[in-house]
Nanobody, 124 residues
Framework: QVQLVESGGGLVLAGGSLRLSCAAS????????MGWFRQAPGKEREFVAT????????LYADFVRGRFTISTDNAKNTVYLQMNSLKPADTAVYYC?????????????????WGQGTQVTVSS
């Protein structure tokens, strides 16, 4: 089992920044990558970004490239999502999953464990 706890969400004005954190504990040695997904009210969950624990290889959704940065602190088993230039369209619950798959990094089905989510609200 892997436990994931997200934090750092909140209310911010458009153009502002937030940094989300996700601390992993438990059987983290089985984990190959960490990701961030989000789900807005009435919409399907969508991929935001992912990073591998080893090598730090990253992949971003087109709509966040250049604004968001994913990173890890391997010593703390923690992944971060630095979000800059936030837009009202970024309003959603952000989830941090982990998974052992080396393929389909943007597919939520390849992640085995999910956190409880943290709310991000961007006001105009």
């Amino acid at each position: 089992q892997v436990q994931l706890v997200e934090s750092g969400g909140g209310l911010v004005l458009a153009g502002g920044s937030l940094r989300l954190s996700c601390a992993a504990s438990g059987r983290t040695f089985d984990s190959y990558r960490m990701g961030w997904f989000r789900q807005a009210p009435g919409k399907e969950r969508e991929f935001v970004a992912t990073i591998t624990w080893r090598g730090g290889f990253t992949l971003y959704a087109d709509f966040v490239r250049g604004r968001f940065t994913i990173s890890t602190d391997n010593a703390k088993n923690t992944v971060y999502l630095q979000m800059n230039s936030l837009k009202p369209a970024d309003t959603a619950v952000y989830y941090c999953p982990t998974g052992g798959s080396t393929s389909l990094p943007a597919d939520g089905a390849t992640y085995g464990y999910w956190g409880q989510g943290t709310q991000v609200t961007v006001s105009s």
